[in-house]
């Protein structure tokens, strides 16, 4: 299988409606960006990792640490749209849109979405990730977001609601949702530009665009753990996670 250039784009910005200041916070003595671009530095598939920010605060941050930064266009309204204005530069054929709030995201994690998304005989637009869910307390959780497959493990759903829902009460399968995203190349600009849809503004889910617009979205299967931060009791958990490790 030829290897396809692959870039890895973690875009950051300064404000976080649950959590402030989120991609600077403090873990371990490092910036979360930080531990989120060391990892990602260190997936043996990815060609190039960058940083995409509009605040001059995390751009001098990443700089201060040595990470590949680039100041991208104040008006975007998401994190994709940055990384399609990044790799409107770098032109990979493969691009992985990395949430900044994964600061313990393994880079096996990552070379398993993208050795799974070049695959031969691949044609999904999209991919992502997801893990087993079993803690109740975790599936009620509407800050963890759970999804469904069919059975060649396409995405049917996402949601911030437990599903499937089990009707006669008998245990059943649930998936969490990982937020990193890959893309093919042509398709990212296309995905950036369709306007946001009524079930992504429902759920507040930008992955549902792809599903409404009818774009399919392959689900690939990790046993990692993640920690998502985006409150500040997500902050103390990784924190300690990390200073364990």
């Given at each position: ?24 916070a403090n873990l ?54 940055r990384v399609a ?161």
């Open positions: 299988m030829r290897a396809l250039k692959t870039l890895i784009v973690i875009p950051a910005r300064y404000g976080s409606t649950r959590l402030p200041v989120k991609p600077l371990c003595g490092k910036p979360m960006v930080q531990h989120v671009y060391e990892r990602a530095r260190q997936a043996k598939l990815a060609n190039e990792v960058v940083i995409a920010t509009d605040d001059e605060r995390i751009f001098k941050v990443a700089q201060s640490f040595d990470g590949h930064v680039i100041m991208t266009s104040s008006r975007h309204t998401s994190g994709t749209d204005e990044v790799n409107a530069k770098y032109q990979a054929e493969v691009v992985v849109n990395l949430q900044g709030d994964l600061p313990l995201i393994q880079p096996a994690t990552l070379d398993t979405l993208i050795s799974g998304f070049c695959e031969p005989g691949q044609t999904a637009p999209m991919g992502t990730l997801k893990s087993d869910l079993s803690d109740p307390t975790e599936i009620e959780n509407p800050n963890l977001v759970k999804v469904v497959t069919d059975l060649k493990g396409m995405a049917l759903y996402f949601s911030r609601s437990p599903i499937p829902f089990a009707r006669d009460g008998k245990q059943t399968q649930v998936f969490r949702h990982i937020g990193v995203y890959i893309f093919q190349r042509q398709f990212l600009p296309l995905f950036s530009q369709l306007p946001p849809s009524p079930l992504e503004k429902a759920e507040s889910l930008e992955q549902l665009r792809a599903l409404e617009n009818g774009y399919p979205i392959r689900v690939f299967s990790t046993s990692q753990s993640v920690v998502e931060v985006d409150t500040s009791e997500d902050l103390q958990k990784a924190s300690l996670l990390l200073s364990q490790q």
